[in-house]
């Protein structure tokens, strides 16, 4: 009771403090993936010109946005807000403290589906739009092409907007993608301007990534030459297709954070053009509702379509990742089921060898990251499949009640 009416004042605050600093230009990103990427590249970018604040913190979006505000200065020029929604009229209540003058749309996909959050892909769309619905007259949005259910809401909507992607009708669209462990390379197009961009981020995700925070620099007044330099000093956040030294010689590369079926895709199209030899260790993606084995399935056909080397599967839910990769032509010497991470380290441990890529994707409650600590010869004794702590491992009680 007391934490709640604490948020509560907090909550009043922040409107009050949101109320007095009128300078600010409110960014808001909302989307079932890709948004925290985002809001830091948005956020990096337009510091090259202005005194900017963003949401810094793995936290609900619900107590993210006034810690966020009351840590805004009175000379930040620029407030970047990340928008997540899990349950119906979420978004209203989002609003009713602060309202974006830009929005970017990142992505749809079926998380947070399932009947204890937004029930349907159609209430996920419905809830998503109204932060659109909110853009003032003297503001724009910006909209991801590629994902069909974003560019169908982009097209509704009739005020300033930009599309980007990699489809050429896009306003701002990217060719020749090369992806390798060092970064990421794209040609960008803007009108019949073309330049060649570099960025630390890894993969496909970062190409899109890159696009939304050069739309809105570019709307916003940051020269072009600024935008490039600070894109390219962009890096992975730890979980999102970053490169870590692995255990027993391999290189992990840590995708762990969260997953859904547009994000799992799109990382392993991005692990797909590593070199090496790929095991990827694929646990279960969350919140899906119904239809959820077939997106699952659906996970094993593309990475096997891919050409990944070998799978290993956690949790009940992926045998219909390791079905769908045999559909599509992997053999069974190929393709490992795990119960739990116990087993999935105990499978590691036969097959890794040095120098192999070693892939980690689940959605965050799935704690893929226990199996690193067991292939380390850390003492892990949590086996459950999801747990609803979200912070890293090493932060749970559990854990080091196990190291004791």
Not at 107 to 130: F, W, Y
Not at 344 to 363: M, R, V
């Amino acid at each position: 009771m007391k934490k709640e009416l604490f948020h509560q004042m907090r909550r009043k605050i922040a409107k009050l403090w949101l109320d007095i600093n009128l300078q600010l230009t409110v960014v808001g990103v909302t989307g079932s993936y890709g948004k925290t990427s985002t809001v830091r590249a948005i956020a990096e970018v337009l510091s090259a010109q202005y005194s900017v604040n963003r949401t810094d913190l793995n936290l609900d979006t619900v107590y993210n946005l006034p810690i966020t505000i009351l840590k805004t200065k009175i000379w930040n020029e620029v407030l970047v807000l990340e928008y997540g929604v899990d349950h119906k009229n979420e978004m209203d209540f989002h609003l009713s403290l602060v309202k974006p003058k830009i929005v970017v749309f990142t992505g749809i996909t079926p998380v947070h589906s399932d009947e204890e959050h937004l029930g349907s892909l159609e209430n996920i769309i419905s809830e998503k739009r109204k932060l659109i619905e909110a853009v003032p007259e003297n503001g724009f949005a910006v909209f991801n092409f590629d994902d069909e259910n974003v560019r169908k809401i982009g097209q509704d909507f009739k005020g300033k907007k930009f599309f980007y992607g990699l489809d050429k009708e896009a306003d701002v669209w990217a060719d020749k993608v090369k992806v390798s462990l060092a970064g990421t390379e794209f040609e960008l197009h803007d009108g019949q301007e073309k330049f060649f961009l570099k960025t630390g981020l890894l993969g496909y995700p970062a190409v899109y990534t890159c696009l939304a925070a050069y739309v809105v620099s570019r709307e916003e007044g940051v020269k072009r030459e600024k935008i490039i330099e600070k894109l390219v000093q962009l890096e992975p956040l730890p979980g999102r297709l970053s490169v870590e030294p692995g255990p027993r010689g391999t290189v992990l590369i840590d995708d762990s954070r969260r997953a859904n079926p547009a994000s799992t895709i799109s990382g392993l199209k991005s692990f797909a053009q590593f070199p090496g030899r790929k095991v990827a260790v694929l646990g279960e993606m969350g919140e899906l509702g119904v239809g959820k084995e077939k997106r699952h399935q659906e996970v094993g056909e593309k990475a096997a379509e891919l050409g990944i080397d070998l799978i290993v599967g956690v949790g009940p839910l992926t045998k219909n990742i390791l079905e769908g990769a045999r559909k599509k032509g992997l053999r069974e010497s190929q393709l490992f089921w795990a119960r739990d991470v116990i087993e999935a380290a105990e499978i590691l441990g036969t097959i890794l060898k040095k120098d192999d890529l070693f892939y980690l994707k689940a959605s965050l409650l799935r704690h893929l990251e226990r199996i690193v600590f067991l292939l380390e010869g850390e003492k892990v004794c949590c086996t459950v499949v999801v747990c609803h702590h979200y912070d890293s491992c090493p932060t749970c009680p559990q854990f080091k009640k196990c190291l004791k």
